[in-house]
């Protein structure tokens, strides 16, 4: 079993600064990761501080960045059916269903920004 870093782990507030700022902690470590699922805000962060993708650093996002330079990878979480199951999910709670569940179709999309990356 593959063991992560818990300095790896970071929460920001999902705005373009939480981003930035993620980037800059993740870059500060003495070994930074090789590889990060993101969300779509965190993406650009990296081009700013010049690491390479995929030479340096693989991206994985949600939901289909279509407009990126490499094309990132990502998983699908078919936003639609999300939306529309939680809608759903909302109208049996208030009709009194206790036990709104659904599983959500996704898939993983793979594009240009994922390679093998050897560490040292």
């Known amino acids: 079993m593959y063991r992560f870093k818990r ?55 949600f939901n289909h960045v279509l407009f990126s330079l490499p094309a990132f990878s990502s998983i699908d979480i078919n936003i639609f059916d999300l939306v529309y199951q939680v809608a759903k999910s909302i109208q049996k709670l208030q009709t009194g269903d206790t036990s709104p569940e659904s599983i959500i179709a996704h898939h993983f999309v793979e594009r240009l920004s994922c390679k093998s990356i050897k560490q040292d």
Do not use: C
Not at 19 to 47: C, D, F
């Open 7 to 61: 300095e790896y782990i970071i929460h920001e507030v999902f705005l373009h600064e939480g981003g930035q700022a993620a980037a800059k902690r993740l870059l500060s470590i003495n070994e930074p990761p090789t590889a990060l699922v993101v969300s779509v805000w965190y993406l650009a962060m990296y081009h700013l501080f010049g690491v390479r993708t995929p030479e340096e650093i693989s991206i994985v996002s």
